[in-house]
């Protein structure tokens, strides 16, 4: 599975800053990075009166905007989405997600601290895998300067990241992601690239993406 590090904090204290300078520095360092920003208000990238508009006011309850250079996914939901929800819609194409909020998820995490904000920190310790803050905190965990994006790096990389790791592979059952010990992992990835190389007029993988539904009755 993808790694995905949350970058939480009290409002103000710099968090997007921080998750800029971490992207800056894991694309120095040759990784994909996705992220992903938590707002509590309702988001409309489709404006009023353009055509994917009168798409979504006609019904649809899926819109994609294409361009040559990126494209933009518009869906109606029910509730507000997972980080292993949208980490499925991202894809299995990146080495690392970091998330900026998402407070309330299982997701490793990073908080930004400010001395003006207080001693108290909204994490508990084992949700924790550093702090960023600029004094000294009296917390058995390790604190970094919001500038020490390598420092704080080096620690993503020995904790999360495998430099060596060549292949990917992600199971989702019902929506929820499955973990993969080793043996599993390479099973999978063994025998899906071996059953597509097998495959006529198929041009060498680097890439598969299966999704199995199963027919009601």
Known sequence: MIPIICIVGKSGVGKTYVISKLVAELKSRGYRVATVKHSAHDIDLDLEGKDSWQHARAGSDAVVISSPHKFAFIRKVDHDSTLAELSRLIGPDF??????????????KIEVHRK???KDLICER????????DEELEHDVPQYAADDAPGLVDLIEKRHLRKDERQTV???VNGQPVPLND???GLFSNILFGMV???????QATGI?????KKNG
């Open 116 to 118: 003006e904000s207080g």
């Open 170 to 172: 992600s199971l989702f």
């Open 183 to 185: 043996f599993v992992h």
């Open 95 to 108: 080495n690392i997600i970091l998330a900026e909020g998402f407070k309330q998820d299982k997701a490793t």
């Open 126 to 133: 084992d949700e924790l895998l550093a702090v960023v803050t």
């Open 197 to 203: 190389s097998s495959l006529k007029r198929i041009p």
């Open 209 to 213: 993406d299966i999704s199995v539904r």
